[in-house]
């Protein structure tokens, strides 16, 4: 039996450093499509169960289920989370989906607590939410910039874990990515925002800044990936130098993810044949 | 020339009742595709021109752009509002939409004009907002079922047309469809939600009730679209008994109605040079 797709891509229980992250390659393929045509092929065929999936997982809850998948989707710049957005959010159905960017906190996000912002975000039963970045940018950013004394940001490992036991608590599966690249290919992404005049909207002149600090990143990356690990709440570190295997690895994770939770299309309380024969002495005109 | 999509699909300058309403075919297929077959060809290329137009749209916004485009869906049960988000939402990145979907009102928004609760879901900047029904429910469920007085449902053609002006003034482009179908393919969905244990959750008895008064559903309707239909929030009525057609039809009416828009990638005030030299010196590590 091979590994299952959550399996392998589970960070591995010794990831405590950046170090240790380093000896993650960015471009492994330990499992999957080979090349970027047998993807597209893999992808199809994920579409296809995740739109069912994603369906059947709305139409629970709307027979009351409380059930629901929240993708959280991290990395450095440029590793592609609006494009997992695209083009793996891009498969279900889009109103099934529920997204949440998390850009730098408002005056009146800071003035509360870091996750206030965050429970107004975590999809409704039925959904898929997925948030573009999240609040694992407080043990980020907020530790390399030193938003926050130590003390504040160590303690808010606790805070998250105990923040997410209680989303698993009331139904919500979570699927945590970390977008994992290298600072070369990071290097040319941002090259190429610089040279095509439709990509250069993205480019921000703090993307550079955030660069500089690359070992400082990856050792808070490192540290938050393995502090709240657990089962109820995983993290997976997806290689992401190739974005067509990023994509599939992503597909592939949420579509095993669903299958588990097998949801169920509910039987609603009519009588079908009560139902049918009012359907059938309806007469329009 | 032949016809714009959009000139296609307005509704007659003549159509005033529910008796003209019913002139026109539901499976009518006046430009665009014969088949099913060619309806997903063409729809693989207007995936490809939705999607860039989209992705310019929203750039446009991140650049400080205002504009914004809104498809409101109206439609008898079965239609085909939540088929249409499905097919057609699904051709552009779900980042850009910003799908809403108005239901019986609630006690708060009852106690509410009722355009607030559709306030509160105009598109932002850079969108392409979707109404899963819509203000149109006040003169349409309003109406027919006497929720109000005549008088004060008469007024809000007024009121609709007011807001829909201001909508176009602040840069939201409208686009409005009626999903028009006949009474015996209504029948044919309804069955088909009754049969099929993956659909039967779709299935309201409601539903019933409103199909039996459907010729004042058409009178509403017709009403309606006469009324409030103006060149800066044009009306078009959607042949919907075919669902590829409808499908297409919309897709069509959206990529052409955007590349109208004609959105620009906006050119971000930053020295590219200097970026590209910055970039080249930063050194990770």
Redesign the interface.
Known sequence: MGKTVRETFRIPADLRTGADLATLDPRARPIGPRDKTAAAEEMNDLADRLDHLQE?LY?EA??GGTRAVLLVLQGMDTSGK?GV??HV??L????G?Q?A?FKKPTEEELAHHFLWRVRSQVPEPGRIGIF?RSHYEDVLIGRVDELVPEDVWRHRYTEITDFEAELAGQGVTLVKCMLHIS?KEQ?ER??AR?DD??K????N?GD?DA??K??AYQDAYAEALHRTDADAAPWYVIPSDRKWYRNWAIAALLAETLADLDPR????G?D?DA??A??AA?V??
Chains 1, 2 share one sequence.
């Open positions: 059947a139409a709307i027979g609006g957005i695209r959010g891009g279900v159905n889009p109103q989906l997204i960017t573009d600072p290097a941002l090259l610089l005049p439709a250069r909207w993205k480019y002149t550079l660069r500089a690359w070992p299309f509910p039987e609603p009519i079908v139902e049918r009012r359907l309806s329009v005109g």
